[in-house]
């Protein structure tokens, strides 16, 4: 596979990172997961946007345009011949250079993106998935998409470890988002979730989620809900760049309804289907 490193093409295997880097020894950079569509990208300018964003508040200069940047994204995916359905992935470090907690002078920001494929999860879109709750332990600002991730890392191998797909994250009793999702409850056919706050990452998907709600008169309200509400929901759904719209039908080993996915959540998964088609 044909990757880019820096801002140039090359073979993944070709590619060596010096042992001083500060996204392996402070995990200093930001990272995204772009979706890919039969060899299409899926919300590109959105990511875009978010890297960018991610990058200017931890004082990252990526040293490339978004124009340039998405200009070598779409040839990644020609270089590969990418014509399935895949994701990207992206990093950006503050570079290479002898272990300091402070920003090192004049190093270049790394810069990494390789594209694999990746099924859409077709079973589990139809079915729905079993999640836990587990405590939100992670930092004040999860806004950004930073490469520390081990708070997300450690909920999600709970998660797993429960025979679990996902673990819903709480601050208090208000639920915040997932380990690497969003989500969403539906009561009485309005939709809540956690506002775009610096308590969850902003997702692409959400933000496409928003939309289709408001196209097919759904009631969406950005407010935050208590851990309890799930049990009470009519549905509860999570939303990211790989889960797509995903039902949720058990929490903690308990039943929604009737633990099968419900009517809106279907509404916005065909939505979503033909947004991405
Ligand atoms: N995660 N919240 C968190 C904590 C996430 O890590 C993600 C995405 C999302 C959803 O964002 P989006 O809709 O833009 O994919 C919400 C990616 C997929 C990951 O880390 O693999």
């Known amino acids: 596979p044909i990757v880019i490193a820096q801002q140039n093409f090359t073979h993944q295997d070709s590619l060596h990172y010096p042992f001083e880097e ?24 959105e990511h875009m946007d978010r890297l960018f964003c991610s990058a200017e508040a931890i004082k990252i200069d990526l040293n490339i345009t978004k124009e340039e940047l998405t200009r070598l994204l779409l040839k990644l995916l020609e270089k590969n011949k990418m014509t399935t359905d895949g994701k990207v992935y992206l990093q950006a470090t503050r570079g290479s250079a002898p272990r300091d907690h402070v920003f090192p002078v004049d190093t270049p920001a790394n810069l990494y993106a390789y594209v694999q494929d990746l099924p859409r999860p077709s079973e589990k879109l139809k079915n729905g998935i079993c999640t836990i709750t587990t405590p939100d ?17 450690l909920a999600k191998q709970e998660a797993k470890e429960n025979n679990c797909y996902e673990a819903i994250l709480h601050r208090g009793e208000l639920v915040t988002e997932c380990s690497s999702s969003n989500i969403y409850i539906v009561k009485n056919g309005e939709i809540y979730t956690h506002p775009t706050t610096n308590r969850i990452l902003h997702g692409c ?4 989620i928003e939309k289709f709600a408001n196209d097919l008169s759904i009631p969406f309200h950005e407010q935050a809900f208590y851990k309890e509400a799930i049990f009470q929901a009519d549905e509860v759904f999570l939303s990211s760049s790989t889960s797509e719209v995903m039902p949720v039908v058990r929490v903690n080993n308990q039943h929604i309804q009737d633990g099968k996915p419900g009517a809106i959540t279907r509404k916005l998964q065909k939505a979503y289907e033909l947004d991405a088609a």
């Open 22 to 45: 500060r996204g392996l020894q402070f995990g200093d950079g930001i990272y995204e997961v772009i979706r890919i569509y039969k060899g299409n990208y899926y919300l590109l300018k």
């Open 137 to 153: 332990v992670r930092w004040e600002n999860c806004y950004i998409k930073s490469l520390n991730l081990l708070p997300n890392v």
């Open 205 to 208: 998907v959400r933000m496409r």
